[in-house]
């Protein structure tokens, strides 16, 4: 039996591993929960692809989609503190690096 996974609180814990500012949007999450969904649904179809067999083309275009949502996380977060000066959790001067490709 599968159960319905709720794909933002999902993408949102996983992204809160991979990306520890976003901690700091907590509040704001709402405006970040279409990446959240995102990044859930990715990074559970690369899992499956994983399980299917060796290194395909697909695997390699899914690990590129997860590092870029996390790019576009770290990113909306950099413009956020620049934005607001007074959103804790992160620093405009310490931008993450882009993702491989």
Same mark, same amino acid.
Request: charge should be negative; include cysteine; aromatic fraction near 6%.
């Given at each position: 039996?599968? +159960? !319905?996974i ?10 809160a591993? /991979?990306?520890?500012?976003i ?5 704001? /999450?709402?405006?970040?929960? *279409?990446?959240? !969904?995102?990044? #859930? ?5 690369? /899992? ?7 290194? +395909? *083309?697909?695997?390699? !275009?899914? !690990? #590129?989609?997860?590092?870029g949502?996390?790019?576009? +996380? ?9 934005? #607001?000066?007074?959103?804790a959790? +992160? ?11």
């Amino acid at each position: 039996m599968k +159960t !319905e996974i709720d794909h933002v609180a999902h993408g949102w814990a996983l992204l809160a591993l /991979r990306v520890p500012e976003i901690r700091a949007l907590a509040e704001h /999450r709402q405006s970040i929960e *279409e990446m959240c !969904e995102a990044y #859930s649904i990715a990074v559970l179809h690369l /899992r499956e692809l994983r399980k299917l067999g060796p290194d +395909t *083309e697909q695997i390699t !275009e899914y !690990e #590129s989609l997860v590092a870029g949502i996390e790019y576009e +996380t770290s990113y909306y977060l950099t413009m956020r503190a620049q934005l #607001s000066p007074n959103f804790a959790g +992160t620093d405009p001067a310490q931008p993450r690096s882009s993702p491989p490709r």
